[in-house]
């Protein structure tokens, strides 16, 4: 028997896995802040309800990080208030972010999550941790499909150059 075996939940959560468990939370927080102002600028219905599934996930993970933080006695990050709901008319159109912005934004954080998520897995060696990382993953790949359906439907997707012809070989 090796000192880490048995429940997963009984062993020691090593530093590299504390950092990178309060660093999400602390992430998802400025995230979901982030987020909430968006929505006040996001004119397309589609894309309004991709935001609030955003950050329904997100709130979803922060359920299950804080609740690991707090059994291993870790305190928590702190967390910005809930953003005010604002008319869009209200927000002067050289202020308001557009929609493709918007969509390219959370396309982006959506990826960097992915690799993060990723990253979490590598380095757990709690099994617990690594399966919770591992769900998050699919999670954000989902949504991520979603999203670049969203990009592709809406024409707010700006490909780099395509490569069409195959050449012919000498």
């Excluded at 959560?13 to 468990?21: C, F, N, R, S, T």
């Excluded at 990080?65 to 990050?77: M, Q, V």
Aim: glycine share 10%; net charge negative; hydrophobic share 35%.
């Amino acid at each position: 028997m090796g000192i880490l075996s048995g429940n997963p939940k009984d062993e020691p959560l090593h530093y590299g896995e504390v950092y990178g468990l309060f660093t999400n939370l602390f992430t998802n927080n400025g995230t979901i802040s982030g987020y909430e102002t968006l929505m006040n600028h996001a004119g397309d219905d589609d894309l309004k309800k991709l935001i609030e599934e955003a950050i329904k996930g997100l709130r979803a993970e922060n359920q299950q990080l804080e609740e690991l933080l707090k059994s291993n006695g870790i305190g928590l990050p702190p967390a910005p208030p809930a953003r005010p709901n604002a008319d869009l008319n209200d927000i002067p159109v050289g202020a308001r972010s557009t929609d493709p912005e918007i969509s390219a934004a959370i396309s982006a954080d959506t990826a960097a999550g992915l690799v993060a998520c990723s990253q979490a897995i590598g380095q757990s060696i709690r099994e617990d941790v690594a399966m919770m990382y591992g769900q998050f993953h699919m999670n954000k790949a989902q949504f991520g499909a979603k999203m670049l359906k969203l990009n592709k439907e809406k024409g707010w997707l700006i490909p780099p150059p395509l490569h069409m012809s195959k050449g012919t070989e000498s």
